[in-house]
């Protein structure tokens, strides 16, 4: 038997007709925000959120009114959330190590790892109030020494939400906004005349955030193209249709346009896992969004053996990896384009997206080929330096460049190198010459 597809989603030519509308709106829009400023920044507020203030800058006596309305149980939550993601952070910030080496005598190399000096993150939360995004992009930013963190989350039932608030304020944000969508990129992102630009864009969105981030990518830097949410189940007959079932509805229910995969070679496990998937979305409250990604994104896959799964599972690359099989810690060493891994049955991906303390925010659409999630050295730039302290170490590398540089035909490169020869190694050379 090769790899089958016991159900297949929305075809990719269909899926292009959808990308290519959400470009052309951004497009617009984004063009809107760099030549008007606040005032389309304000009429996209009102036409997309129908939320209009004097000023959409919370201020420090708004935020804890915000913060005074959430209960005592959810602000324990939020700091326990908290405290697992700043730990995982502070750990990935201990290994990345400043570095000076001697590679020769008088020759000091080095580089140093130095933060981005302003970030906006976006935290989704117009369907959702999604209070777990604050912990992985503010806190993040927080921990890799950001000195200006700004975020931006839309309003949520015409207000701020207040745990949203709560957590974006707890996470060591020094401005707040409520604004949502390309609106608050874009104004993030180009600057207005109340917001002052950022160097970094960070945070999941819908594809409409995605597309816009796509798209101010080079004028800021971004962390990664986060489209809408993805989920692979990869298992076997070690586990029920019903655990594989929950997990795949259990992100389907993010949007409409949530692929959900489920990876496997047991037949009798794909298809029990199609029949429960039915049971549960007759019980999902969430079952109207869960459904309709279901139907257009959803995919069964049936292979032979754990080496075809694994083939398909790299090929597809999505951004969480759901492993339950009789032999997980296989699929860690030999899996290569994922967002981030869950292995085992006791796991899972809600786990990641609120509380373990791993980043929520993960590469779509395959990325995972070529890049990992959010993470603390997001935020940190890499600098080398050089440094030659004898004047014999300059004249010995300045030989070496002189000649090389002219090997590709570049005179005045190699002056650069001749002139430190003749003054610190005392040979006279001709201009343009090659140091012998």
Request: proline fraction near 4%; charged fraction near 20%.
């Amino acid at each position: 038997m090769s790899v089958q597809h016991l159900k297949t989603g929305m075809p990719a030519s269909a899926r292009s007709d959808v990308d290519a509308e959400v470009r052309g709106s951004v497009e617009r829009a984004l063009a809107e925000i760099e030549a008007r400023g606040d005032a389309a920044v304000r009429e996209m507020a009102a036409r997309f959120d129908n939320y209009t203030t004097d000023s959409f800058r919370l201020s420090e006596d708004e935020i804890q009114a915000l913060i005074a309305r959430v209960a005592p149980r959810d602000l324990e939550d939020i700091r326990f959330a908290q405290a697992q993601v700043r730990r995982f952070a502070e750990a990935q910030r201990a290994s990345m190590q400043d570095i000076e080496i001697e590679t020769l005598p008088g020759v000091i190399l080095g580089h140093r790892n130095l933060p981005v000096q302003s970030v906006g993150c976006y935290v989704p939360g117009g369907k959702f109030p999604m209070v777990a995004s604050a912990h992985m992009s503010v806190l993040t930013a927080e921990v890799a020494g950001v000195p200006r963190i700004i975020a931006a989350t839309p309003p949520f039932r015409g207000e701020p939400n207040p745990a949203v608030i709560a957590a974006i304020h707890m996470a060591g944000a020094h401005e707040i906004y409520v604004l949502g969508g390309i609106q608050a990129v874009g104004a993030m992102a180009l600057g207005t005349e109340t917001i002052s630009p950022v160097d970094m864009l960070v945070g999941p969105g819908n594809a409409f955030v995605a597309e816009a981030k796509r798209q101010l990518y080079g004028r800021v830097g971004i962390d990664l193209f986060a489209g809408p949410t993805e989920t692979m189940v990869i298992a076997d007959d070690t586990v029920d249709a019903e655990l594989c079932a929950t997990d795949l509805l259990g992100q389907a229910e993010h949007g409409y346009n949530s692929p959900a995969v489920l990876v496997t070679n047991s037949r009798a496990l794909a298809e029990g896992t199609l029949a429960e998937i039915e049971r549960l979305l007759r019980i999902l409250p969430t079952a109207e969004t869960a459904r309709r990604s279901w139907e257009d994104y959803g995919e069964v896959i049936l292979c032979d053996t754990h080496d075809e799964m694994l083939a398909v599972a790299n090929d597809i690359a999505s951004e969480h990896m759901q492993v339950m099989t009789d032999r997980d810690d296989w699929y860690l060493q030999n899996m290569h384009s994922y967002g981030a891994l869950f292995l085992g049955a006791r796991t899972n991906v809600a786990n990641g997206d609120k509380v373990i303390g791993t980043n929520h925010t993960l590469p779509t659409k395959r990325a995972g080929r070529y890049t990992g999630g959010l993470w603390v050295g997001k935020f940190l730039k890499t600098h080398s330096y050089q440094r030659i302290t004898t004047d014999e170490a300059a004249a010995s590398i300045g030989a070496y460049g002189s000649r090389l540089c002219l090997l590709e035909g570049f005179v005045g490169h190699a002056e650069q190198c001749n002139i430190r020869v003749r003054r610190y190694g005392g040979r006279n050379l001709p201009y343009g010459g090659a140091a012998e």
